[in-house]
């Protein structure tokens, strides 16, 4: 396997890029075989090269967040989501105990949210 240079490695940036092709459909043929190989294009450039901006502090915890997001462990991710946000944030006057319980509200409010919208669009 390719080693990753930014947040993604190259399976990862493949993924994406068909996903982007599958959902981006154009009616002229050229532009339909086209569109997938510019998207790969795109996110590989984008993510290998500014991805560096961002500071070790940060693409540390995110990498594994976007690998479990990727493979689809919503558990996992919104975990991790989670522990990044407890790590980051500090919330003057409250207990950690008590960021931590918020933090988990929260992350498990986005992920039942986003469930929501996923299964009215797939009923649609």
């Not at 399976?11 to 009616?27: G, R, S």
């Not at 294009?41 to 090269?49: K, L, Q």
């Not at 915890?61 to 493979?71: E, N």
Request: aromatic content about 8%; glycine content about 4%.
């Amino acid at each position: 396997m390719e080693e990753r240079i930014g947040f993604l490695n190259p399976e990862q940036e493949k993924l994406l890029a068909e996903a982007v092709d599958e959902f981006l459909k154009f009616k002229n043929a050229i532009m339909e075989k086209v569109d997938g190989p510019v998207a790969l294009f795109v996110i590989r450039g984008v993510d290998n090269r500014f991805s560096e901006r961002v500071s070790p502090a940060w693409k540390t915890p995110l990498i594994p967040i976007i690998d479990r997001a990727l493979q689809g462990d919503v558990e996992q991710t919104r975990q991790l989501v989670t522990d990044m946000m407890n790590s980051k944030i500090d919330i003057p006057g409250v207990q950690e105990e008590i960021e931590l319980m918020m933090f988990d509200g929260f992350t498990r409010f986005a992920a039942a949210a986003v469930a929501w919208y996923l299964e009215r669009k797939r009923a649609a």
